[in-house]
């Protein structure tokens, strides 16, 4: 099954940066939409950016121009650039992907898959 390895969490100081990656390994074939959510504490968990297969990309307003998703298809990566972050930033962020088996050119199932989740401390 599709496994996404996410790393690059940690504690940073506001105002500072950090980069999220997140590796889909397994069986990447039909792989489409990958992106990043996140959950803070007592809150449900929120699209943060996706990027399609094709490079187009969907930024939630609360992280725009602060914030970038970047993928490298050869790696099945997608990566978070997050800059400027604050206190609001902390929480747990879940690498998600989408991934959509065809049979002869017509879609037959789409599967959702996600990371374990990796934790983002913004101190003050």
């Known amino acids: 099954q599709v496994q996404l390895v996410e790393s690059g969490g940690g504690l940073v100081q506001a105002g500072g940066s950090l980069r999220l990656s997140c590796t889909a390994r397994g069986p990447i074939s039909g792989i489409g939409a990958m992106g990043w959510y996140r959950q803070a504490p007592g809150k449900q968990r929120e699209l943060v950016a996706t990027?399609?297969?094709?490079?187009?990309?969907n930024y939630v307003d609360f992280v725009k121009g602060r914030t970038t998703i970047s993928r490298d298809n050869a790696k099945n990566t997608v990566y978070l650039q997050m800059n400027n972050l604050n206190a609001e930033d902390t929480a747990v962020y879940y690498c998600?992907?989408?991934?959509?088996?065809?049979?002869?050119?017509?879609?037959?199932?789409?599967?959702?898959?996600w990371g374990q989740g990796t934790q983002v401390s913004v101190s003050s």
């Open positions: 990027m399609s297969s094709d490079g187009s990309s």
């Open positions: 998600h992907a989408e991934k959509t088996t065809y049979l002869a050119g017509i879609t037959f199932r789409t599967s959702d898959f």
